[in-house]
Structures are given as structure tokens and as C-alpha cells.
T-cell receptor, first 114, second 115 residues
């Protein structure tokens, strides 16, 4: 059963506008969340993460928001650039339990239109 | 460093054949992970090793799948016999420590098609 869900397989945004990618999870033991970015023919690369003790983490144009009560997180990209066009994977782990597993969503393909 | 190296990059085989995927982790990394990516399930962890020892293989789908790490610089994922539902992209990743999840470095993947 999919414990991390990305319900939007694709998203198109105009350059300069905000991109919002969403992710939901079902396991209340998850306490660490990550976003990975993947270009075609390459492996995923780490983008940004957030611990469950926070509700927001910002890194340049990228901000991740966590709503624990709703078991929902989102990635905001402002302003969006054509180079941001990629597949974005949300991932979660039950880090404090000592687990080393990362549970990934199915990904959202972002297209930033110049 | 060259990063995580995987071979082959593409593999097309017929049902029933044996398939071997290879991975060379980043030198000095002592954790190695094998993932499978499908449209339906996204990225799934199959197995991971610490210092060449398998730690958790609960993600390995069936007995047809096996993984080995004979030394610190090489790992294989074998499927025998292969089936069409095994068609996916298989990623290998390595890291220095396992709890810093963001430090997992992924290889480019092997795209497997089983006819």
C-alpha cells in the first residue's frame, strides 16, 4: 500500500510564477520528509528536507511546508524557472524509529513554460 | 568522483532469462541501496547494505530477486527468471551514513524491459 502519495502526476506553470507540488502520507510514524528532483536519464538528487518538529523550511527559491495534522506537505518554487522542469519525488521516513527506509511517492512531472 | 555507476543503462530481455544489474558506489561510502521505480508505485527500496552486509531485504519482491555485495566497490541485483512485470528502472544509491537521508547519491539507473 502506498504510504506516500503524490496525486498530481503532472503540473505546468508559467515561468516566473509559483509552482506548488503536493504530497500526502498515511503513516503517522513518519517524522522526516524530503523532496528529490529527477531529470531524464539521471538519478534523483536531493532538493530539500524538513523534520516533523518544523512546519516550514526554506532554501532559496524552494520552500517546503508541513502540516502534520493533515499529513500533508507541499513544495513551493518561487519564481519558477525553465530549468526546474523535472520530476519531483516526495519521500518520508520514520527516522526516529531507527528505520533507514525512504518511502517515495510516484512523482509529479513539473513543466515550466518559458 | 565519478558518482554512482550503474551498468547496463538499458537492458532488454525475454521472459525467463536471467538479468544481472551492476552498481559501483561512490568510493568510501559504506551504505548501498537498491531501488525500483515504476509508474504505479514510484521508487521502492528493495534492499540495502552496510559495509557489504545486507541489512534489510524486506523490499525484495520475490525469491526471484537476489542481491550481493562481495566487496565495498561492487554490488549486483539479479533477477532469475525475469518476468514482464519486472520491467522498471532500477536505481542504485550510496551514502556515508544512513540516517542523513539526503546524502543518498543515486546512480543514473538501469532501464529494464522484459518482453
Amino acid at each position: 500500500d502506498q504510504q506516500v502519495k503524490q496525486n498530481s502526476p503532472s503540473l505546468s506553470v508559467q515561468e516566473g510564477r509559483i509552482s506548488i507540488l503536493n504530497c500526502d502520507y498515511t503513516n503517522s510514524m513518519f517524522d522526516y520528509f524530503l523532496w528529490y528532483k529527477k531529470y531524464p536519464a539521471e538519478g534523483p538528487t536531493f532538493l530539500i528536507s524538513i523534520s516533523s518538529i518544523k512546519d516550514k523550511n526554506e532554501d532559496g527559491r524552494f520552500t517546503v511546508f508541513l502540516n502534520k495534522s493533515a499529513k500533508h506537505l507541499s513544495l513551493h518554487i518561487v519564481p519558477s524557472q525553465p530549468g526546474d522542469s523535472a520530476v519531483y519525488f516526495c519521500a518520508a521516513s520514520a527516522y526516529q524509529t531507527g528505520a533507514n527506509n525512504l518511502f517515495f511517492g510516484t512523482g509529479t512531472r513539473l513543466t515550466v513554460i518559458p | 568522483d565519478a558518482g554512482v555507476i550503474q551498468s547496463p543503462r538499458h537492458e532488454v530481455t525475454e521472459m525467463g532469462q536471467e538479468v544481472t544489474l551492476r552498481c559501483k558506489p561512490i568510493s568510501g561510502h559504506d551504505y548501498l541501496f537498491w531501488y525500483r521505480q515504476t509508474m504505479m508505485r514510484g521508487l521502492e527500496l528493495l534492499i540495502y547494505f552496510n559495509n557489504n552486509v545486507p541489512i534489510d531485504d524486506s523490499g525484495m519482491p520475490e525469491d526471484r530477486f537476489s542481491a550481493k555485495m562481495p566487496n565495498a566497490s561492487f554490488s549486483t541485483l539479479k533477477i532469475q527468471p525475469s518476468e514482464p512485470r519486472d520491467s522498471a528502472v532500477y536505481f542504485c544509491a550510496s551514502s556515508l551514513v544512513s540516517y542523513q537521508m539526503e546524502t543518498q547519491y543515486f546512480g543514473p539507473g538501469t532501464r529494464l524491459l522484459v518482453l
